[in-house]
């Protein structure tokens, strides 16, 4: 099942009311932000060319997002002790993630590297991405 061809007319219209362009600010981002939220949570059902210009706006959010806001790369148990610690959470949370509480205190302590299995559990877990761990 094909998606419908975008109008030239409408989609021009809604690309010259929304004007996408790279984004320069934090405003700007804001901005882009609210817009694309209005459209994910339309209470409506969408058309074609929204759902473009709806691709449109979280590309550009994802580049600036990237290059603005990246997280610093860290050793797999210093962003586990970062997340526990915006959780308020403690060692004995994660034993039902990880298994035991030995699992736990060696990988929050360093002393043990997190598999690909409990990256995963983790991102789970913290709703962030499996690749923040490895």
Do not use: W
């Amino acid at each position: 099942m094909g998606m419908r061809a975008l109008d030239p007319v409408a989609y021009g219209k809604l690309l010259a009311a929304e004007l996408p362009q790279p984004i320069q600010n934090d405003r700007d981002f804001d901005s882009m932000v609210a817009r694309l939220e209005e459209l994910d949570f339309a209470k409506r059902k969408l058309t074609q060319e929204e759902k473009a210009l709806r691709e449109i706006l979280a590309a550009l959010i994802e580049v600036y997002d990237e290059e603005h806001y990246r997280i610093p790369e860290q050793p797999p148990c210093e962003m586990v002790k970062f997340l526990m610690e915006q959780r308020g959470l403690k060692q004995t949370d994660l034993v039902a993630v990880l298994g035991s509480r030995a699992q736990v205190s060696d990988l929050v302590n360093g002393k043990r590297g997190i598999s690909k299995a409990q990256a995963k559990k983790l991102a789970e877990y913290f709703g962030v991405s499996a690749e923040l761990f490895l």
